[in-house]
């Protein structure tokens, strides 16, 4: 799915950003009252994690990590995407091992490897849909803060390294709703990775009395020590920058476009470059889904190809089982009024 976030929003504030701004002046107030709009509250227990911003990366692995604190605490959670664009209202049960990253998405085949997962683009069939397979617990890892559904916690993922981009609000920028009108809506803030540009989002959370987390991006310890690696995800630079502070020396480092659908001479070449000086190949997991389906052109890259699996460490260490803990909590009381 390729990215709904244009390159400037994510640069230092600039002409388009400023040439914009009257129509990001119209559209907030448009935005924060969508953020209280009627709201269905569901039969289950309901977790949002979503994103301050557009574009914002993050959201798959916090909702991933959450679902297994979630089973660690003896819940049976199940997890709901909208899906990519065009996606049907029918609900669909991902299948990690045979649907294709073009119908569902990369998100989805990711999260489905996780916990039982289905896509929708009405949130509430799909919370639905969930509950019908003896689901307890709806997480959504969705940016757009669970459409329809009342949610007991809502956690934003904010990038230490990225932050909210250029800072205004769409169209000029990546933020989606003036942060005041966000942060009535948040419960917990999760500032993910290495970086101060998140810092500002985490003060607004602690004067507004909100949970703060701490989450550390932790890549495997027996990565090759010479590499070349390729990703197309929202922040194919921190990707690359994880694996040089795991120690790998990057011979080569390929970026794509958020979502790139890779042509057959594209894996021919990173195959011909990893081969030339023989290099192994790093790359996300995300990645390696679309590799796998790219058909006879991946496959002499997919042997040489490995994934740098990413693990989030929390500080607090419990912090996302106190998350569903008072998720639940918040269900019960509002079941019991």
Aim: charge should be positive.
């Amino acid at each position: 799915m390729a990215s709904e976030a244009p390159p400037f929003w994510w640069q230092k504030a600039d002409w388009r950003g400023a040439l914009l701004w009257p129509v990001s002046l119209l559209w907030g107030p448009v935005a924060a009252r969508r953020l209280r709009g009627n709201r269905v509250a569901f039969e289950l227990p309901v977790i949002s994690v979503a994103t301050l911003a557009i574009g914002a990366t993050g959201r798959t692995l916090v909702a991933g990590a959450l679902a297994q604190a979630a089973m660690r605490a003896g819940r049976r959670p199940g997890l709901l995407t909208l899906g990519p664009p065009g996606t049907s209202s029918a609900p669909h049960r991902v299948d990690a091992h045979h649907d294709l990253v073009r119908h569902v998405g990369g998100e989805a085949i990711e999260l489905a490897r996780v916990a039982p997962t289905v896509i929708c683009s009405d949130a509430l069939a799909g919370a639905r849909a969930l509950a019908a397979d003896g689901r307890d617990l709806i997480i959504v890892a969705d940016g757009r803060m669970a459409d329809r559904l009342k949610v007991d916690r809502l956690v934003v993922v904010a990038e230490a390294r990225r932050g909210l981009g250029n800072g205004f609000v769409v169209p000029a920028g990546p933020v989606r709703a003036p942060l005041t009108a966000l942060m009535r809506q948040v419960d917990a803030v999760v500032r993910l990775g290495e970086g101060d540009a998140a810092d500002f989002v985490v003060r607004r959370a602690s004067r507004a009395a909100r949970a703060v987390v701490e989450a550390r991006i932790v890549l495997p310890h027996d990565l090759p020590p010479r590499a070349l690696a390729f990703a197309a995800i929202g922040d194919n630079d921190a990707f690359f920058e994880a694996l040089a502070r795991a120690g790998v020396e990057l011979a080569m480092r390929r970026g794509f476009p958020d979502g790139h659908s890779y042509a057959a001479d594209e894996l021919t070449d990173l195959e011909a470059l990893a081969a030339k000086d023989d290099l192994a190949v790093l790359t996300t997991r995300r990645d390696l889904e679309r590799l796998r389906q790219a058909g006879p052109a991946g496959e002499a890259l997919l042997k040489r190809t490995r994934v740098a699996e990413p693990e989030l460490v929390f500080d607090p260490v419990d912090a996302l089982e106190a998350l569903v803990r008072d998720a639940v909590v918040d269900w019960r009381n509002r079941r019991a009024v």
